[in-house]
């Protein structure tokens, strides 16, 4: 059985930092994109970051450009979001997911694009 599971939320103040692990059980995934989303109270779920299943291609959402940064270790089958900077408008529920098969990181910011996710981890942010 697959399983997602996000850690490293928490509450933060404005201009601090988190880091956000996903890791991965029952499947290695490290042929597959991975992507992070989010949830703020009262709104939709939105793309926030991808990254190809080497690394060499990330894409991000431009709100948080420059402040939060993707990456992956496929010995370990984990992504993280180093999220630097943090504004109060980054409080959100935290979604990790894994891409289907031949999903690209320019289909990343797609929800349909993505076969499995993890549960979510709270991230609050503190003016």
């Known amino acids: 059985q697959v399983q997602l599971e996000e850690s490293g939320g928490g509450l933060v103040q404005a201009g601090g930092s988190l880091r956000l692990s996903c890791a991965a059980s029952?499947?290695?995934?490290?042929?597959?994109?991975k992507s992070w989303f989010r949830q703020a109270p009262g709104k939709e779920r939105e793309f926030v970051a991808g990254?190809?299943?080497?690394?060499?291609?990330?894409s991000y959402a431009d709100s948080v450009k420059g402040r939060l940064t993707i990456s992956r270790d496929n010995a370990k089958n984990t992504v993280s979001l180093q999220m630097n900077s943090l504004k109060p408008e980054d409080t959100a529920v935290y979604y990790c997911?894994?891409?289907?098969?031949?999903?690209?990181?320019?289909?990343?910011?797609?929800?349909?694009?993505?076969?499995?996710w993890g549960k979510g981890t709270l991230v609050a942010v503190s003016s």
């Open positions: 990254i190809s299943w080497n690394g060499a291609r990330i």
């Open positions: 029952g499947r290695t995934f490290s042929s597959r994109t």
């Open positions: 997911a894994v891409g289907r098969i031949g999903t690209t990181v320019a289909d990343t910011s797609l929800e349909n694009g993505m076969e499995y």
